[in-house]
């Protein structure tokens, strides 16, 4: 398996914009009604939108690509860009969205390691995230990577308020 990790471009938005629908999708449409999850959709990935995460300085998108096809992606946020103002200590994961296809390969952990990385050349200490409570197969992946809950936040699907667990590992 060839992987390779490309750091995304605005011209990207449209396959940014297909991975999260359908990553977002496979993963939690039967959790949620299909009211909350179009509403959260068009809202979350709509062009504009991802149009303005890209072009902000303080986050940065990559593809992963195995075989020459786009397997996942990832976001990570820093400064005024984090979804919670944690600090300037702090690099936020706030997407890793892994292709059905791809689940179970081992890339999940090949993206953290590029995540550490960045954090480490940016002179970050620590890495957080937020993952919902009941996603139970992505709390046990957080937790074999070396990361604990620190807190919680309110997350809105559509208009129900589901909880984020709030996760952080501390760098070496």
Known sequence: MIKR???CKLKDVELIQKVSIETFND??????????MEAYLLKAYNLNQLEKELKNDSS????IYVNDKIACYLKINVNEAQSEQMGSDYLEVERIYIRK???????GKHLFEKVITIATDLGKKKIWLGV?????KALEFYHRLGFFQTGAHSF??????????I?????D
């Open 27 to 36: 993963t939690f449409k039967d959790q949620n009604s299909s009211d909350n």
């Open 167 to 171: 996760m952080t590992k501390i760098l």
């Open 5 to 7: 990790i490309e750091k």
């Open 156 to 165: 809105y699907m559509g208009d129900d308020e589901q909880i984020d667990l």
């Open 60 to 63: 940065e998108f990559y593809f």
């Open 132 to 136: 919902w409570e009941e996603n139970k």
């Open 101 to 107: 296809d791809f689940q179970s390969k081992g890339l």
